[in-house]
């Protein structure tokens, strides 16, 4: 009777035990499960932060619980066997599932699903890793841990000097290498030296004796994390948001791997997810078919008139992959139906990324092309539906992409000045001129003679400002991407009078008007995105696409699209004439000069001679690789940073605890 009393309380310990150990992480996988399932839907962002807020919850929870007992395996600095199987479970799991996605297979979520699968894997492996002989700076853990980190050196290397010539399955097999590389060999050799620097240091200082201080270690680990803290509060009042971001980012990542945590996978996953994330779509009014208006307001053009930019658009529209035209509720097209009675609709047909030829009829002798997800080109679906309401007004603004100015862009914001390529965009110039000219005749045949038709050009998105804080542009650069924008604005001009249509001078100033350009105030309140970072619904290949990410860059925002509105209620204003009637001659079309020659090459993919964007490529990549000592400059710093984090953990005395699987705990029993 006697003996058998202190088995209840033993028991009770065991499974208390228990609880407290499998308790924390499967409320993390929980968390991650839920997280991954919503992201996989794509749903609306309030959806998809409640969902993280859940998981930040569970991870906190297991995080705490990892930080409070310790990661000792076991008696004897035994790993136990289910955890490793676990990670090995998890982690082929997860590459099948990637393979499976790289080899066809159909899975919209399959990406997540496998990147997610293969993260919690490595993590697992890492913390039955990390927790062998703890308290012993082992070193096993220095040789794989620099191995590692010596094959990554080596991959990326030869990636770096073989991959801009590789193609076909050398170019596949880089890439893959280069991914196992970056994203399995690096995380692995990060956190065996993260483990063997901070108990080699927590030795010393236990060896020291209990009165040995901080050291110099230590004080050089805090000094660094102090000005971490310090240059992101800097970049933030400097305008530099993102930057300031990103460095704050890369210093919580660096600490979460130090500290012998989940934090670091749960960190990752969560920004993983993030990026699924579907920004909020809108359905479309009523105001949005034209059928029946009397004063209906027709807009073609591309993404300046489409709206894109903005943070929400129309449902259907921002569908990667089927539909990204991108067409905004804030655009000012739509502006100018709900600011007054001078238009009762609008016929929004404007399509982020269109070029004259997505604007010209199929039927006509120039080239057409109908954009991804949309049933016509702009000028057919207009055609189409034209006898069904009457225009009063028809609006187009384009040139822009046939003109290369997004590629332009990409150009500016690599390294290297892109002000040196100068040539390769204003040599185009003349072609687009003759295209323009097409398009509007297309145009102005499509619709009643007694319609006008308005050419509206591209706001000066920056001012002309000697320094510019928070854009990571030379003034070289800012000044020709001024002289650009105006150089396609009298294309455009030359082109409108032509073709024997009206041109709409004043937006050419409406940024500067309302004081929004960039350079001219924070660019947080700048009518213009510099680099804005937007995630996009559609299938999940298109949603976790860097490439994706960007497109709201260089595009007005609610703020741009309500002055542009503005300035073109301000413009009808001072042209009663306008409507109705058209001005006279509204539709008489001058004389059609002589064609220019071919430009020695185009700014489209698609163009007969389009070996001008495969020399500005070529170049931009020349420039990052030109760009080597500031990679070494950055990861330099980034080394530093976790070094200091090593040092700052060093400080923190180890746990007495013992973090062990409970049945080994009752079979040493």
């Known amino acids: 009777m006697h003996g058998g009393e202190p088995a209840a309380p ?13 308790g924390p992480r499967a409320l993390f996988v929980v968390g991650a499960v839920v997280l991954v399932v919503e992201s996989s839907r794509g749903v609306p962002l309030l959806e998809l932060y409640a969902a993280l807020g859940f998981f930040g919850v569970c991870s906190a929870v297991f995080v705490g619980r990892q930080l409070g007992s310790g990661h000792e395996p076991g008696p004897g600095g035994r790993v136990p066997r289910w955890l490793l199987r676990a990670g090995g479970l998890l982690t082929t799991s997860g590459v099948v599932v990637l393979v499976l996605h790289l080899a066809g297979v159909e899975g919209d979520a399959l990406p997540l699903v496998g990147s997610v699968l293969l993260l919690l894997g490595l993590g697992w492996f890492i913390e039955a890793w990390r927790g062998v002989e703890p ?8 040789l794989w841990g620099a191995a590692l980190m010596a094959l990554t050196a080596v991959v990326a290397v030869i990636a770096a000097l073989v991959l801009p010539e590789a193609k076909g399955g050398l170019y596949v097999g880089l890439l893959i290498g280069l991914g196992a590389a970056l994203f399995v060999c690096l995380p692995l050799s990060l956190n065996l030296l993260s483990e063997w620097g901070v108990r080699l240091l927590r030795a010393r200082r236990s060896a020291a004796g209990p009165g040995a201080g901080v050291g110099v270690i230590g004080i050089l680990g805090l000094v660094v994390t102090a000005a971490v803290v310090l240059c992101c509060l800097w970049l933030v009042q400097r305008d530099w948001v993102l930057s300031a971001v990103l460095v704050a980012a890369a210093l919580f990542l660096l600490a979460a791997i130090v500290s012998n945590t989940h934090a670091d996978v749960a960190l990752v996953l969560a920004g993983l997810c993030l990026l699924a994330a579907a920004p909020p779509e809108h359905r479309h009014p009523q105001a949005l078919d034209p059928a029946g208006g009397q004063r209906v307001l027709v807009a073609l053009g591309d ?3 489409s709206g894109e930019g903005a943070s929400s658009y129309f449902e259907g529209t921002d569908d990667g992959g089927r539909n990204e035209c991108r067409r905004s509720p804030s655009a000012y097209a739509v502006g100018l139906v709900a600011a007054g009675p001078r238009f009762d609709r609008v016929l929004f047909l404007a399509c982020s990324g269109a070029r004259t030829y997505n604007v010209n009829p199929r039927s006509g002798a120039g080239r057409s092309r109908v954009q991804p997800g949309e049933p016509g080109t702009q000028i057919d679906q207009l055609k189409g539906v034209v006898s069904s309401f009457h225009p009063a007004l028809v609006i187009v603004a384009l040139g822009g992409n046939d003109a290369g100015f997004a590629i332009l862009g990409e150009a500016c914001l690599a390294p290297g000045d892109c002000e040196t390529r100068r040539s390769l965009f204003l040599n185009n110039l003349p072609k687009v001129r003759q295209d323009l000219i097409a398009t509007y005749r297309s145009l102005r045949q499509a619709v009643p003679a007694d319609v006008p038709i308005v050419a509206v050009p591209y706001p000066q998105p920056i001012a002309a400002a000697g320094r510019c804080s928070g854009v990571a542009l030379t003034k070289a650069e800012r000044d020709f991407i001024r002289t650009f924008v105006e150089q396609i604005d009298t294309t455009m001009r030359q082109a409108a009078d032509t073709a024997g249509i009206t041109y709409m001078a004043e937006m050419k100033d409406s940024f500067a008007t309302h004081r929004l350009q960039l350079c001219e105030r924070r660019k947080g309140a700048a009518g213009v995105n510099f680099l804005d970072i937007e995630t996009v619904n559609g299938l999940a290949a298109q949603r976790f696409s860097p490439a994706k990410w960007l497109h709201n860059s260089l595009h007005p925002n609610e703020r741009g699209h309500a002055a542009m509105r503005d300035t073109f209620t301000a413009w009808l204003d001072a042209h009663p004439e306008l409507l109705p009637p058209a001005p006279a001659g ?22 007969v001679n389009a070996h001008c964007r495969v020399q500005l490529r070529a170049w931009e990549l020349e420039q990052v690789r030109g760009g080597w000592p500031w990679l070494l400059l950055v990861l330099f710093g ?18 007495g605890g013992s973090y062990r699987d409970p049945r080994s705990s009752a079979r040493a029993r």
């Open 638 to 655: 980034l080394a530093v940073v976790w070094a200091a984090c090593i040092a700052v953990f060093g400080l923190l005395p180890g746990s």
């Open 10 to 22: 033993v028991g009770r310990r065991d499974r208390r035990g228990m609880l407290m150990w499998w």
């Open 586 to 607: 509204q539709a008489q079309a001058t004389v059609l000069p002589a064609a220019e020659p071919e430009p020695l090459c185009g700014m489209t993919d698609d163009a």
């Open 303 to 305: 993404s300046y008139m």
């Open 135 to 142: 308290g012993r700076p082992r070193r096993a853990l220095l």
